[in-house]
């Protein structure tokens, strides 16, 4: 038998242990957060350390391709290798120097000139890139880095027909290359013939089975088909294939939204914002995603930064006005949706008139009215290239020419190079 101090004692251990218990039970959460943080710190510390190592090798390929260029200054290899680490750096100022003097000293080399116009696409000069996949294809009609960066430039000038007739020309010397038939497929959806890129598409799916860009043009060919859930297999399974599934993810939550899922979308989004914490679509999507939760204060949140970098991304302003209107800030969103309604509407101009370009392709007045309108909103290397596509078409049209000089001057564009053609493929 326990005398009654002893049993005093087991009744004080058993309530303290209950309290423990309880205390344990209450801080559980708070324990599982803390945890969590910790792990993410760690994780982000790993993060962290990879991009410093990565920055250092970087730098140090660097100066191990600067000091070849010195030691080189005639070779064009070297000076090629060094323009490509600058603008993998985003540092085209410097890439332009490098890769111009590569071209000087081996102007007959078609992979430079292309090479050359790639940069070029990257930087926002888009009517020298052109220029430079010309010099490309007529030093060499087949070459594969010229067809593509040429076509996928025709694309986003909306120039679809010159697109198409490119590559099926291409298609010819080079019916096994994938990449050709997803360009191809573009080109069809972008002129709304979604039967024919489907078709192409499938093709190229046969020839690279787990080519997420095959995949995942296809997966868009199928949402602009009403087959959403034909394109949800194609996003996973290309999901499944790459080793940098962001654009995929960030495809895939669009999609989610587009099917009313907003959990998914975030899931999505969240992981891609977990790597690129600044990734301007996964924010936007991220936004819509918790709009259709009835989260305003979050989708505000997720916007800002887009409408801050980007504010002609999709209709992120409109979409951020409404919103400040329905959280109480009314003057601030009446604001906002001016602005963003006037500048939607001077977007729909220019979209109107590559819209009139699918059939229409080589319609002078067309032409003309587009690059004028590229003029009045500051885009000189669209203009550039509109006025001198009219120029192309009408030698004799006096108002293009002197628009051209007068776009080419502003732009700092040398003129003469301009007025000579120098295409290796005449458009037909």
């Known amino acids: 038998m326990k005398s009654a101090p002893d049993k005093k004692r087991l009744r004080l251990l058993l309530i303290l242990l209950v309290l ?14 803390i945890r969590q943080q910790i792990a993410q710190l760690q994780r982000q510390e790993k993060q962290w350390q990879a991009m410093q190592i990565a920055h250092l090798r970087a730098t140090e390929t660097l100066q191990q391709a600067a000091l070849a260029v010195n030691l080189r200054p005639n070779d064009p290899k070297t000076h090629a290798f060094y323009a490509d680490l600058l603008q993998q750096q985003n540092r085209f100022a410097e890439a332009d120097t490098q890769w111009q003097l590569a071209v000087q000293l081996d102007s007959r080399n078609a992979g430079l000139h292309a090479a050359y116009a790639d940069c070029l696409t990257k930087d926002g000069k888009e009517d020298m890139a052109l220029l430079e996949y010309e010099r490309a294809l007529a030093l060499d009609p087949n070459n594969l880095q010229a067809i593509l960066g040429l076509s996928w430039l025709y694309l986003k000038l909306g120039w679809n027909q010159d697109a198409i007739s490119l590559l099926k020309h291409a298609l010819k010397a080079h019916f096994s290359v994938a990449q050709l038939h997803v360009a191809l497929a573009i080109a069809y959806s972008q002129s709304l013939s979604l039967i024919k890129a489907e078709k192409e598409l499938l093709f190229a799916r046969q020839l690279a089975p787990t080519d997420p860009t095959v995949l995942g043009s296809l997966a868009e060919v199928y949402s602009l088909s009403d087959k959403p859930s034909k394109a949800l297999t194609a996003l996973n399974e290309a999901i499944a294939h790459t080793s940098n599934p962001d654009p995929l993810l960030v495809q895939r939550a669009k999609l989610y939204n587009t099917l009313g899922q907003p959990d998914r979308a975030l899931q999505d989004t969240d992981a891609v914002l977990h790597q690129e914490p600044y990734n301007l679509e996964a924010l936007f999507e991220k936004g819509k995603a918790l709009q259709t939760k009835g989260d305003l204060k979050g989708a505000v949140q997720a916007w800002q930064p887009v409408y801050e970098r980007a504010p002609n991304l999709e209709n992120v302003g409109l979409l951020l006005g409404r919103a400040y ?36 392709a080589h319609s002078v007045p067309i032409h003309l009215k587009l690059a004028q309108f590229y003029l009045k909103t500051g885009n000189l290397p669209r203009a550039i290239i509109e006025f001198s596509e009219v120029c192309r078409l009408d030698p004799h049209n006096r108002v293009a020419m002197a628009e051209l000089k007068n776009a080419l001057h502003r732009a700092g564009r040398p003129i003469t190079e301009w007025l000579l053609p120098t295409t290796a493929t005449p458009k037909k």
């Not at 423990?20 to 957060?33: E, K």
């Not at 602005?339 to 008139?353: E, F, I, P």
């Open 20 to 33: 423990v218990a309880v205390g344990g039970l209450i801080t559980l959460p708070w324990q599982m957060r």
């Open 325 to 360: 209107v329905a959280l109480g800030q009314r003057a601030a969103g009446l604001a906002l949706i001016r602005k963003s309604l006037q500048a939607r509407h001077q977007a729909a101009v220019g979209q109107a008139l590559s819209m009139q370009l699918l059939n229409n």
